[in-house]
């Protein structure tokens, strides 16, 4: 039976030290009948990506939503590995179009400050246009990408404490159930 829950597909190399994305899934275990954690490091520890199984989940599931941090400028190995394995021409675009209409969208953590990613800022460029590859997917699967969410400044931990994380949290459920499949 489809479900309308919304599928984030989290990827942290070291989840364990995260303070930001680990309060991300400590607020979203909150809602169960609406989201649905699926964490790739836990899942495929050491395996590959097996994307049959990853095909089913997204065709019995709502909206879907790529958690991680900005890791060099991009996502980590394990979510590029989840799109190269994934997104197969026969499945996600050309004869299969699972994606299609399909509300896509990604939730990033940065280390850096907000105005590090500007074109004056240290990092020249806004966080989406280091997300452009898969950006890029999304549209050649003629999915509905629905946006980014970003927590910025988690490495100054002045800026950034335990109480902006979690009000950041807070927000990051809005922004999930504003994506939510009806």
């Given at each position: 039976m489809k479900s309308n829950?919304?599928?984030v597909i989290l990827d942290h190399p070291n989840y364990d030290l995260s303070n930001a994305n680990r309060?991300?899934?400590?607020?979203m275990r909150k809602y169960p009948d609406d989201i649905l954690i699926h964490n790739l490091q836990s899942c495929y520890p050491t395996g590959q990506i097996d994307?049959?199984?990853e095909h089913c989940l997204i065709d019995n599931n709502g909206s879907l939503v790529f958690e991680f941090p900005l890791?060099?400028?991009t996502c980590p190995p394990k979510t590029k590995e989840w799109f190269d394995k994934v997104l197969t021409s026969d499945w996600a675009f050309k004869n299969g179009n699972h994606l299609e209409g399909k509300k896509v969208a990604i939730a990033v953590t940065c280390g850096s400050e907000e105005a590090a990613y500007t074109a004056e800022g240290r990092h020249h460029r806004k966080v989406e246009e280091y997300l452009a590859c898969m950006l890029r997917a999304f549209e050649m699967c003629k999915a509905d990408y629905a946006g980014t969410f970003v927590l910025y400044g988690i490495n100054d931990k002045e800026i950034v404490n335990a109480d902006a994380i979690a009000a950041r949290a807070r927000e990051y459920i809005d922004f999930l159930k504003s994506i939510q499949a009806k």
């Open positions: 829950k919304t599928v309060r991300f899934v400590e607020e994307a049959s199984k890791y060099w400028f």
